[in-house]
């Protein structure tokens, strides 16, 4: 599908389905996040977070449904006032990175203690809600 930036805002919904318009082009992938840093979309969170380097920050753009998501990067992850629902599976820090979320969002899980920390650096600041709590392992 044809790229989007972040900062493109043309963006509608046509019979109950995101459409982005792309220059001349038209997609209707959905973009769950963006790189703010870089401007790159995302069509899932998993993939974000594989590429973000140190320093950045990802941004959601909707509502995420997504499978294990492995932080090992030191970066920002703005909920932008979206949810993201931890489907079976966890939110892993990775030891010696250090990761904020930021922004007003719930994570949701289905499991008890979904977010784990490992010797590595959690930030939480007000706005966040956790669903079933966060885990510390030394």
Do not use: M
């Not at 949810?83 to 979320?101: E, H």
């Not at 977010?115 to 510390?136: M, Y």
Request: hydrophobic share 30%; with cysteine.
């Amino acid at each position: 599908p044809a790229q989007k930036q972040a900062s493109d805002p043309a963006r509608e919904e046509i019979d109950g389905k995101d459409v982005y318009w792309c220059s001349s082009e038209v997609t209707t992938t959905k973009y769950v996040c963006a790189n703010t840093t870089t401007g790159k979309v995302y069509e899932t969170l998993s993939d974000a977070c594989l590429e973000v380097a140190n320093g950045q920050t990802i941004t959601l753009t909707s509502n995420v449904k997504s499978t294990n998501l492995n932080l090992n990067r030191n970066f920002t992850l703005d909920l932008n006032g979206y949810d993201i629902d931890l489907v079976a599976s966890l939110l892993y820090v990775y030891p010696n990175y250090s990761v904020t979320i930021k922004g007003t969002g719930t994570i949701n899980s289905n499991r008890s203690g979904a977010v784990v920390s490992n010797s590595g650096t959690l930030t939480i600041p007000n706005g966040v809600s956790i669903v079933n709590g966060v885990n510390t392992l030394a």
